[in-house]
């Protein structure tokens, strides 16, 4: 990032920016009463019902497992009291559903389709981060830095979160601790015979080495920090090392030491039988080639010249093919990225297209009243 981002805007730039904050208020203003107005989630309520089944142990009558049946709500009351359930557990959930289906019920009446205001909301929070985030197109500054720190902070507390309940809870306290696990954790889990395994001990290891890595955070205690992240480097180096050497170099073996010809499969005509075998002995050829064209031009022993020279030229050629695939692949995921968050805006916030047919007006449904 150049030197002149950080400069604070000029007379002239406050004024751009003040036009373009007012231009897209008065669009979304004028947007909002025009029409069905535009941004705007609609949630339909789903009251769930479960009750508690206890299925006694035929081995051993003090054994006993609990599982959660769910019952329709309609017959809920007849069947706790026909079966005398004493623990039930009741709850709605709110399933989301498109604006047309809204718009039908308020054409028949009205119903159970509500506005969600906690979701509404969350789309719109999401439509001025993104916003922000394309304002660094133009410039450096306050709304861009503030979406920043949001995503920054925002994702840093969610993958601490996962890697809580992900790693730190199954790996490492669910072994040294089952029964306060099972208690305040994972009701869910299984205990182990007597209620704690003697093998587990070895994960006091792992536990050791975390607690010397979070001595990062003191800075008289930071060199505690260095043998845990010795450790990680040097293991994930080691897993990374096998595991590439797996993926490329022997895959990359097995493929040019098979035979050039190839059998094409086996098909009803013979014509598309010869052809697929024309067509993977050349593919192969071609690999084999562009391998030792590769290796060619990265050998620097001998001088590039001559029959030599040629080859390595081959081998460039094939080193620009494939540096612009991967590129072409990276800028085709990035492309994908941004028309997803266009079509957001244009979707889902604007309401000014509507390619999943979400808006559409049920004109049938409505017909059927008179």
């Known amino acids: 990032m150049s030197s002149s981002a950080s400069e604070p805007m000029t007379p002239a730039q406050r004024a751009i920016w003040a036009i373009v904050c007012l231009s897209i208020l008065v669009i979304v203003v004028v947007r909002s009463f025009i029409g069905d107005g535009m941004g705007r989630v609609y949630v339909e309520p789903k009251p769930m019902d479960f009750v508690a089944e206890v299925t006694t142990s035929t081995e051993n009558a003090s054994e006993s497992t609990t599982s959660w049946k769910q019952v329709s709500t309609v017959e809920f009351d007849a069947y706790v009291s026909a079966n005398g359930y004493t623990n039930t557990i009741s709850w709605t959930e709110y399933d989301q559903v498109p604006p047309r289906a809204y718009f039908a019920q308020e054409a028949a009446g009205g119903g159970s389709i509500v506005l969600s205001w906690p979701r509404t909301i969350g789309l719109w929070l999401a439509a001025f981060f993104t916003l922000a985030i394309f304002s660094f197109l133009y410039r450096d500054n306050p709304f861009y830095k503030f979406a920043e720190s949001v995503v920054v902070g925002v994702s840093a507390g969610y993958w601490m979160v996962v890697g809580f309940w992900d790693t730190i809870v199954p790996n490492l306290l669910q072994r040294l601790m089952p029964v306060f696990s099972k208690d305040y954790l994972t009701p869910g889990m299984e205990l182990p015979p007597g209620g704690f395994d003697p093998t587990n001990l070895v994960f006091l290891i792992p536990l050791v080495l975390g607690i010397m890595l979070v001595g990062r955070l003191l800075p008289k205690c930071g060199w505690l920090s260095l043998w845990p992240l010795a450790f990680i480097v040097g293991t994930m180096a080691g897993l990374r090392m096998v595991g590439y050497i797996e993926s490329d170099i022997l895959s990359q073996t097995k493929e040019t030491v098979i035979?050039?010809?190839?059998?094409?499969?086996?098909?009803?005509?013979?014509?598309?039988?010869?052809?697929?075998?024309?067509?993977?002995?050349?593919?192969?050829?071609?690999?084999?080639?562009?391998?030792?064209?590769?290796?060619?031009?990265?050998?620097?022993?001998?001088?590039?010249?001559?029959?030599?020279?040629?080859?390595?030229?081959?081998?460039?050629?094939?080193?620009?093919?494939?540096?612009?695939?991967?590129?072409?692949?990276?800028?085709?995921?990035?492309?994908?990225?941004?028309?997803?968050?266009?079509?957001?805006?244009?979707?889902?916030?604007?309401?000014?297209?509507?390619?999943?047919?979400?808006?559409?007006?049920?004109?049938?449904?409505?017909?059927?009243?008179?």
């Open 259 to 370: 035979p050039l010809y190839v059998q094409g499969e086996n098909t009803s005509s013979n014509f598309m039988m010869i052809w697929s075998t024309i067509w993977a002995s050349l593919a192969q050829i071609l690999l084999v080639i562009g391998v030792l064209a590769c290796l060619v031009y990265f050998f620097f022993s001998v001088e590039h010249k001559g029959a030599v020279g040629k080859t390595a030229r081959v081998g460039i050629w094939y080193l620009m093919i494939t540096f612009g695939a991967a590129f072409g692949f990276t800028v085709m995921g990035r492309i994908a990225l941004l028309a997803a968050r266009v079509e957001f805006l244009f979707d889902d916030w604007m309401w000014l297209i509507d390619p999943m047919q979400q808006r559409e007006f049920i004109s049938a449904s409505v017909g059927l009243l008179f």
